[in-house]
T-cell receptor
Framework: DAKTTQPPSMDCAEGRAANLPCNHS???????VYWYRQIHSQGPQYIIH???NNETNEMASLIITEDRKSSTLILPHATLRDTAVYYC????????????FGKGTTLSVSS | GAGVSQSPRYKVAKRGQDVALRCDPI?????LFWYQQALGQGPEFLTY????????KSGLPSDRFFAERPEGSVSTLKIQRTQQEDSAVYLC?????????????FGEGSWLTVV
């Protein structure tokens, strides 16, 4: 079973920041937090991942709380093309482990 | 190629027919995964290969599902005697080293409809 909890849906106005929360209260010390998104009819697309520190790349920022029990994915300036299902995934440390997807958050960006 | 490539992109099979779905991982990637995604659901893990070795097949739903990767590169997912409940998108993913902190890349999927 997925070890994360996400709201089923969120709305965001185009040009605004989209803040997607994720709860992972049972995360272990050496488990990573990954974010993927899936646009309709496409395969999941990697966004970002982190262990303890906040991370930023060209797509998004990942804020992980100090106790690591929750995180937030931030899309700084959402566009219509960011409309997708966003998955927050906790990945076990052991080599050979797969990504286990939950139901994700459906983000709808509107103009 | 630049990404994970899957074929066919779309497949319609009659119930009872056998199907084979192909995955070409990113060149040099030793780890390969197969997932099944039903309509409206998140992807579900099926099986995992490290080179040619199938190290985890715990997610395969029945013995009608079989996956192979004989030379450690291209992989094939075979479904025998297809049933309507097999209708789903089948996703392939690969990574260069399957350790935490590495990125796993997905293909666009093979859409299977069993009629």
């Amino acid at each position: 079973d997925a070890k994360t909890t996400q709201p089923p849906s969120m709305d965001c106005a185009e040009g605004r920041a989209a803040n997607l929360p994720c709860n992972h209260s049972t995360i272990s010390g050496n488990e990573y937090v990954y974010w993927y998104r899936q646009i309709h009819s496409q395969g999941p697309q990697y966004i970002i991942h982190g262990l303890k520190n906040n991370e930023t790349n060209e797509m998004a920022s990942l804020i992980i709380t100090e106790d690591r029990k929750s995180s937030t994915l931030i899309l700084p300036h959402a566009t219509l093309r960011d409309t997708a299902v966003y998955y927050c995934i906790v990945r076990a440390y052991q080599a050979g482990t797969a990504l286990i997807f939950g139901k994700g958050t459906t983000l709808s960006v509107s103009s | 190629g630049a990404g994970v490539s899957q074929s066919p992109r779309y497949k319609v099979a009659k119930r009872g027919q056998d199907v084979a779905l192909r995955c070409d991982p990113i060149s040099g990637h030793v780890s390969l995964f197969w997932y099944q995604q039903a309509l409206g659901q998140g992807p579900e893990f099926l099986t995992y290969f490290q080179n040619e070795a199938q190290l985890d097949k715990s997610g395969l739903p029945s013995d009608r599902f079989f996956a192979e990767r004989p030379e450690g590169s291209v992989s094939t997912l075979k479904i025998q005697r297809t049933q309507q409940e097999d209708s789903a998108v089948y996703l392939c993913a690969s990574t260069d080293r399957n350790i935490p902190g590495n990125t796993i890349y997905f293909g666009e999927g093979s859409w299977l409809t069993v009629v």
